[in-house]
């Protein structure tokens, strides 16, 4: 008698594997973009330029990585997902080569500044609001969390093999390396990629399995009118600009200050590069637990609320900062560390989840996207401002202590968006 046949166990969710590529290229921008803080020394000590002309290139880098953005979540929409990261990955590949050949600073910004920056930028946290909102019906904030620690992964893995790689064999091997990399990636995003769950004849993760596939509508807009639309419709509410100047806060904070000019503030004090390297690094795995958790808590907690205790708690530590700096590690050094860590890209989970909230899921992501703009230029900003009080002052002191100030700003205007856990009635109700 023929036993009957048993049921397969059920296969992994492609989403999952979608997911992993972006963890994987979130990896890769996070450590392409940061690379250029270990390099500011010894381009200085080559080329003789200052520390605020150098600062200036991150600064253009940090631009660009911000408005791309909104951009190509539009690109996304309009080409596909795979094409707009495989173009993104050729031009840090580019950017990355190129400057062996430098001889002027403008090659420098065009470089590092427009080409790196434009690249990194599309494969950014509009990327990651892109796949969580495409591909993900239920754990979708816990899921952004994790993608967006793919940022402090980057910087984890990448900050400490670029500072001995630049101190063993110059910068010149460590930007090439950069360049390989992104070459590298390539063929892995063209292999497992896809640009929507209907490509495969799936539903987004948790959708339940007796519905039909949903295919999205033919997006015919083109990119620059979607996301210029989405920006227009966006800025007629108060919302918006809340978000979008909380976010230019996060970027002065992190990436335009302390991922700047946290290594070269601590060889000021006269600590090695390599230790303040892996110091900026520890950040990045004190985020990843800190932005993951921050994740689940999205799913659970009203995220306004969140954003408010996350940019207090940022700003009390900028505040101590300058008294923690020694020409050697301090267990002081690393209470901050932990605490900063924790902290640094934790505000993603909640601001993804109430750009969506507020604008719907169609426009969630593009909507993300100017917020995330605003997040580089607050970053860019910071970067040019934080070198030029170093090359006024001879210290970095006031710079942290501007930030702190920023800090408390962007937690008041947190504040106001919290409504006992819930979003205005006429909007979508975070999933």
Not at 2 to 26: D, E, K, N, S, Y
């Amino acid at each position: 008698m023929t036993q009957p046949m048993r049921p397969r166990a059920p296969r992994l969710h492609p989403a999952w594997i979608v997911a992993g590529i972006t963890f994987i290229t979130a990896i890769s921008a996070a450590g392409f973009r940061s690379a250029p803080s270990v390099m500011m020394h010894p381009l200085h000590e080559e080329f003789g330029w200052s520390m605020g002309l150098i600062g200036s290139a991150v600064s253009v880098n940090l631009l660009f990585y911000g408005l791309t953005a909104p951009f190509s979540a539009a690109a996304m929409e309009r080409f596909g997902v795979r094409a707009v990261v495989v173009a993104a990955l050729a031009l840090i590949a580019a950017g990355a080569v190129l400057p062996v050949w430098m001889t002027q600073p403008w090659q420098l910004i065009a470089c590092w500044g427009v080409l790196i920056g434009l690249g990194a930028g599309v494969m950014s946290m509009s990327l990651v609001a892109t796949v969580s909102n495409r591909w993900f019906e239920k754990r979708r904030a816990t899921v952004s969390g994790v993608l967006a620690a793919g940022a402090a992964t980057g910087q984890l893995i990448f900050l400490p093999i670029m500072a001995q790689l630049t101190d063993a064999s110059g910068w010149r091997s460590a930007t090439v390396a950069i360049g390989a990399l992104a070459l590298v990636a390539i063929p892995l995003v063209l292999w497992r990629m896809r640009n929507h769950p209907s490509d495969l004849g799936v539903n987004a993760y948790g959708v339940p399995a007796d519905e039909p596939v949903r295919t999205p509508p033919p997006v015919s807009t083109g990119a620059a009118r979607l996301a210029l639309s989405s920006l227009k419709d966006a800025s007629a509410r108060p919302a918006f600009w809340i978000l979008a100047f909380t976010f230019a806060v996060c970027g002065a904070t992190t990436n335009g200050l302390v991922g700047t000019h946290f290594i070269p503030a601590a060889m000021d004090h006269g600590m090695a590069g390599t230790a303040a390297a892996s110091l900026l690094a520890l950040v990045g795995v004190f985020d990843i637990i800190g932005t993951v958790f921050s994740g689940w808590l999205t799913d659970r907690v009203d995220p306004a609320l969140l954003l408010t205790i996350y940019y207090a708690g940022r700003g009390l530590s900028l505040i101590v900062l300058p008294m923690l700096f020694t020409d050697d590690v301090k267990p002081s050094m690393f209470v901050f560390i932990l605490f900063y860590g924790l902290d640094w890209v934790a505000t993603v989970p909640p601001t993804i989840a109430l750009c969506r909230a507020y604008f719907g899921p169609e426009r969630g992501a593009i909507v993300f996207g100017w917020v995330f703009a605003s997040h580089q230029i607050g970053a860019a900003i910071a970067a040019t401002a934080a070198g030029m009080v170093r090359d006024e002052l001879g210290t970095y002191t006031w710079a942290w202590m501007v930030g702190a100030v920023l800090c408390g700003l962007a937690a008041v205007a947190c504040l106001g968006m919290v409504r006992r856990g819930r979003v205005p009635s006429d909007v979508t109700v975070p999933a």
